[in-house]
Each structure stands twice: as structure tokens, then as C-alpha cells.
């Protein structure tokens, strides 16, 4: 007798399932874009340090001069000053970060400090401690905070923690010069700005 053979039914191949691969390289691909941009924004601020503040030295001229002209109201002197109250001065900066090394003492030619000085002399000591008094008193009412005394034989240093800006006032007393500094930090100007 012939053997039969049981033939079981044709059983469909089972679907292969694809794998999502493609959603994994994807978020690998850019995971090491972005571990790239972060190591060469780490290495560019290793190398230049925090970059200075832009700054419009119109605008910063402006706002050292009415603070002078609150200082100098505040001093009520009974003479005005003998320094030119419209002059303002411009200071060095120098390069940041790592790259400080590099220009050890070279000064950069788009980032200044910004300052306006007023002095005047032949004031006495009780003139001179009254006027300070009323300038003190005002900046701190103002909320500037007082960052250091007796800079002079009599003097105070008060910050603006919004800008920066800060008041020196100093009494000299062998000449009896009352002196005012309203200075500006460290700020890049733009390319081609005449200083």
C-alpha cells in the first residue's frame, strides 16, 4: 500500500516585523551634532572668555552725564568744578579667557570703559564730609550698593547692579580736592565707531 503522507496546510510565512532603526539613528546622528557644537562652544569660550557687553557710547555717554549732574547737584559745592564737565574719558580693556595669555597686556581696540571726572579744590574737611553725606545718602535710597570706604583720606565707591556703573567720590585733604568719578564697565563698540 502506497504511504501517505499527511501534507499539513500551507502555513503564510510569517511577516518579518521591521525594525525601527531609523528613529534611533536619527537621535544618534543629532545627539553627536549637538556634542560636537557644544565641545567647540566650550573650547571658542575657554579660549575668549565671556564676551564684553555691546554697548552704544552715545547711550552710555548720556547716562554718566545726568549721573554726574545728580552727583554734582547732590554735593552743592560752593564753588563748581574747575575740571571740563562735558569731557568723557575713554580706558583700556583687555582680551579674555585663555586667549589672554596670547595678548598679554595688549589692549583691545573695540571694547573701552567709559568714565566723566569732576574735581574741585579748596574744600573743607566739614564741607567736603556734608557733600559726601547727601551723595551716600541718595545712592543708597537709589539702591546702589556701597563696594568699598576710605578709597582716599575720605572717599566711597557705590555700583549700580543694573549697569555696572559706578561712583567714586574722593576728598584729598592736603589740597582739599573733592573729586568725582561716574565710570562705565567694559563694553564692545561697534566696528568703526570714531571714540
Same mark, same amino acid.
Given at each position: ?58 547711550? @552710555? ?9 545728580? @552727583? ?62 547727601? @551723595? ?32 567714586? @567720590? ?26
Amino acid at each position: 500500500m502506497p504511504s501517505v503522507r499527511s501534507v499539513s496546510p500551507a502555513v503564510p510565512p510569517r511577516p518579518r516585523r521591521r525594525l525601527r532603526t531609523r528613529p534611533v539613528l536619527v537621535a544618534l546622528v543629532l545627539g553627536g551634532v549637538m556634542c560636537c557644537l557644544l565641545a567647540g562652544w566650550g573650547a571658542y569660550r575657554l579660549w575668549n572668555g565671556a564676551p564684553y557687553p555691546e554697548v552704544d557710547p552715545h547711550v @552710555v555717554a548720556t547716562r554718566l552725564g545726568a549721573e554726574a549732574e545728580r @552727583v554734582e547737584n547732590d554735593l552743592a559745592l560752593p564753588v563748581g568744578p574747575r575740571s571740563p564737565s562735558d569731557r568723557m574719558e575713554t580706558g583700556a580693556c583687555y582680551y579674555r579667557g585663555l586667549r589672554a595669555f596670547a595678548h598679554i597686556d595688549r589692549a583691545r581696540l573695540d571694547v573701552h570703559t567709559f568714565s566723566v571726572e569732576r574735581e574741585t579744590t579748596g574744600i573743607a574737611e566739614d564741607t567736603a564730609r556734608t557733600a559726601q553725606e547727601r @551723595v551716600r545718602s541718595r545712592l543708597s535710597q537709589q539702591g546702589w550698593k556701597l563696594i568699598s570706604q576710605n578709597v582716599s583720606d575720605r572717599g566711597f565707591r557705590y555700583e549700580n547692579q543694573d549697569t555696572g556703573d559706578q561712583v567714586h @567720590v574722593d576728598w584729598y585733604k592736603y589740597t582739599g580736592t573733592l573729586a568725582f568719578r561716574i565710570y562705565a564697565p567694559c563694553g564692545k563698540v561697534a566696528d568703526g565707531y570714531p571714540l
